[in-house]
């Protein structure tokens, strides 16, 4: 294994009814809080009046609210909460929603202490020293950033999307309550799925034969997320599918598989790249990218590819090449993806070939991009060729 220093101080508070709780977790930190939260979906289930019931329990809070948060977040929306932060004296973001709405508040956090312009951090041209703390409550299963101190933010006047990570931008604390994930509907679900499963494949990918835990950690998030994923899709509002579904997805990208490793991330760069320019679903991009990325890969070293059909996807090996085994490896990959209702082409989106050179050049954020087998442009290029 490298050396690694592993690091996590997220508190997290999960299970039904945990809601409630951060009218006792919040005040340690302060009580002038920044309520952020995206397009109304927590005022249509109820989560909205839970939260400011709990707030209204804290002695002295004072409530300022910033909703409206976009998917795939952006820059503009991060300044509005930097700016009503700074108005209001305020000293702890609150962020209810998903990722993107947790990215957006980590965004803020940072941008409050730095003096330039934020998009100098999430381009990784500043190092933040100093966040606002945030806590967080989640209500959809996908990215693990109530977790982890990653954030990803659109510019979108630029078309560009990126991403930073930081020890200060952990939350302090992250409410878990599965049965708040239950209206999140059939398509952003999947999407959900993608990700986690995603995540795991972005810290398989790896040439590292030295791992074995990190490994297993991965193939049993996989193998629970597979077995959980179709009765789920069949069943939204089953209470332990999503149960199983959350946890999953928290620890796929909270830092345990990527201990001692190092981690591929081509794909979701190319993901972000084709966000940036087409606004699509995270999970969507992966679903179309991941199999043609892997189909890519595969062709110079299967063999990862084809451990993962074997141990995962429960392929027999016996006498069989590796690049026999990765081609079955990434049929079954589609088929189940598929078989969830999740997008297979970019033309799924409406997109065609036009933008691909954009898309390739906003995906090369270095010369190469991923390690398992670093990608040149024109590589990025014939996957996104083979994704339309
Ligand atoms: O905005 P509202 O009305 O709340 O609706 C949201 C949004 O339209 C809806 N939704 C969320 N919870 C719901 C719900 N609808 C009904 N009931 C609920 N309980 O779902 C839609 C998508 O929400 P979003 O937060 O965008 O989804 P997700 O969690 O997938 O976040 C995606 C963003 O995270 C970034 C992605 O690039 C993308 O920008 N990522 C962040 C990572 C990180 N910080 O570690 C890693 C990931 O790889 C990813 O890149
Ligand atoms: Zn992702």
Known sequence: ???FQFINPAKILFGRGQVAKIKDEIPEYGRRILLLYGGGSIKKNGLYDQVTRALSEIPG???????GVEPNP???TVNKGIELIKQNDLDFILAVGGGSVIDCAKAIAVGVHYEGDVWDIVTNKAIPTKAVPIGTVLTISATGSEM???SVITNWAENDKRFFVSNHTFPKFSVLDPEITASVPKDQTVYGIVDIMSHVFEQYFHDSSKAPLQERFGESILQTTMEAAPKLIDDLHHFEYREVIMLNGTFALNGILSMGI???WATH???HAVSAVHDIPHGGGLAILFPNWM???AAKKPVKVAQLGI???GIEAENRKDSDLAAETIRKLREFWSSLGAPSKLSDYGINDSEIDLMAERAMVAETIGNYVPLTKKDVESILRNSI
């Open 1 to 3: 294994m490298n050396t």
């Open 61 to 67: 809070a004072h409530v300022v609210e910033l909703s």
């Open 74 to 76: 952006r820059l503009t």
């Open 148 to 150: 982890n101190g990653g």
């Open 262 to 264: 190092e981690a591929d």
């Open 269 to 271: 760069m190319i993901e």
């Open 295 to 297: 189909e890519f890969v």
């Open 311 to 313: 141990r995962v996807f």
